[in-house]
T-cell receptor, first 115, second 113 residues
Framework: DQQVKQNSPSLSVQEGRISILNCDYT??????FLWYKKYPAEGPTFLIS?????DKNEDGRFTVFLNKSAKHLSLHIVPSQPGDSAVYFC??????????????FGKGTKLSVKP | SQTIHQWPATLVQPVGSPLSLECTVE??????LYWYRQAAGRGLQLLFY??????ISSEVPQNLSASRPQDRQFILSSKKLLLSDSGFYLC????????????FGSGTQLSVL
């Protein structure tokens, strides 16, 4: 039973345009969400996060939007660059009894940015 | 600054052979340590985590085991590998505080043939 879903396994975007990666979750207890970027044969690196008390967080070209009622978040990359080509993982966690639970990851979306 | 080391980078093992992957963290004390696996089409699956020496929690039943003999050392093992154990294994750490991200190692690509 997947609690974090990335329904698009791949996405192709032209350089300079916007990339939008989507993520849905089912556990209403999730209150912290993250995006990781992963190149082949490397470990994932943290990109951006958002707490459930916010609906938007921005860091340079990267913006994450959270829609709690729809249990949906998205990552926007503007403008997209060829170096952004990677697999992007959405992750979520919840707090139980004051402790943060482990991160649950989606299956990832492979982004290809074409020059 | 903190660093995480994971080795080997690649490993090819025959079915039925043992496995030992090692991970160490430097620059921090009493980290939470994690083993994840990325199998084809399955994303990042949490296998084990540890909040202290000798404390191991397993997330999924499987052919693998984990140990934490020292504060900053985390080992993933198997007595007899299966074909289905193939995948990209990642070690990660954090300090376990609220809303904290995970820091991943560079991973081990394991191919069981």
């Amino acid at each position: 039973d997947q609690q974090v879903k990335q329904n698009s396994p791949s996405l192709s975007v032209q350089e300079g345009r916007i990339s939008i990666l989507n993520c849905d979750y089912t556990n209403s207890m999730f209150d912290y969400f993250l995006w990781y970027k992963k190149y082949p044969a490397e470990g994932p690196t943290f990109l951006i996060s958002i707490s459930s008390i916010k609906d938007k967080n921005e860091d340079g070209r990267f913006t994450v939007f959270l829609n709690k009622s729809a249990k949906h978040l998205s990552l926007h990359i503007v403008p997209s660059q060829p170096g952004d080509s990677a697999v992007y993982f959405c992750a979520a966690s919840a707090h139980y009894g004051g402790s943060q639970g482990n991160l649950i990851f989606g299956k990832g979306t492979k982004l290809s940015v074409k020059p | 600054s903190q660093t995480i080391h994971q080795w080997p980078a690649t490993l090819v093992q025959p079915v039925g052979s043992p496995l030992s992957l090692e991970c160490t963290v430097e620059g921090t004390s009493n980290p939470n340590l994690y083993w994840y696996r990325q199998a084809a089409g399955r994303g990042l699956q949490l296998l084990f985590y540890s909040v202290g020496i000798g404390q191991i929690s397993s997330e999924v039943p499987q052919n693998l085991s984990a140990s934490r003999p020292q504060d900053r050392q985390f080992i993933l093992s198997s007595k007899k590998l299966l074909l289905s154990d193939s995948g990209f294994y990642l070690c990660a750490w954090n300090t376990g505080t609220t809303n904290e991200k995970l820091f991943f190692g560079s991973g081990t690509q394991l191919s069981v043939l």
